[in-house]
């Protein structure tokens, strides 16, 4: 393996499409023996050696991990930093706003979890109450989940810049992405050296909420209103807004 390719956008931002697309490179990955997706290596796995990784992510001229998990672990890219210094990082963001709702559907995908689950304002309500409890110190209760801290991208991007350097790591809007998948692979491939190439069969937005759910937009609202300041934190550090 000469590189590695780690995209490490967070949960529902198209790591997983992306990944699929770009295994169809004739130097990461050929039929029948393409890489496995998701390895969490630099996570829960790390304790199984490096020799695992370097199986797993093929090898071919370039080895390729796709773990969203990564994107908010200090650990995971500490350890990326100390046993892959050169490999060149992929992270996706997805409107904040978007990204909760998507997160929402995809737990509602589970019959049991829509049974169990109290309504999605109650669910964003509490989601705030916690965030807010941590900043004061006086956390109350099991955080309802859904990605609230890691869709402050600003924090986490910046450790990445820090770590890894800018120059290494780059960082893709979704929305656009969605939009045109060759035009992102194209990117990836020049940002990465290798040769360019038409996507075979494109894969899109393999994982998508089963039901239809009802939308709230006072809800909507309410996140944008609490995602503002963290979403101009980011736009200092990309060359795009969201439009929203």
Known sequence: MKKLLIIAGPLRTGTSSLFWNMAQHPEIGIPGTLPKHELKYF?????????WFMKKVGRRDV??????????SPEALKRIRKDFPKARIVITLREP???????????????????????YPEVVDKLLEDYYDRVRGERKRR????GLIASMYHIHLRRWFEVM????????????????????VDRICGFMGIDF??????????????????RFPEVDEKLRAFFEWHNEELYKMVDWRWDV
């Open 97 to 119: 706003v978007a990204r909760i709702w998507s997160l929402w559907g995809l737990r509602m995908n589970s019959p049991a979890k829509r049974k169990s689950s109290p309504p």
């Open 165 to 184: 350097g800018k120059e290494n790591v780059l960082v893709l809007q979704s929305e656009k992405m969605f939009k045109d998948w060759q035009a992102t």
């Open 43 to 51: 996570t829960t796995n790390y304790g199984k050696g490096r020799k």
């Open 143 to 146: 955080s309802p989940g859904l």
């Open 197 to 214: 190439f038409e996507i075979p069969i494109i894969k899109e937005r393999l994982a998508r909420t089963k039901i239809d759910l009802e």
């Open 63 to 72: 080895g390729m991990d796709g773990t969203p998990y990564y994107f908010h």
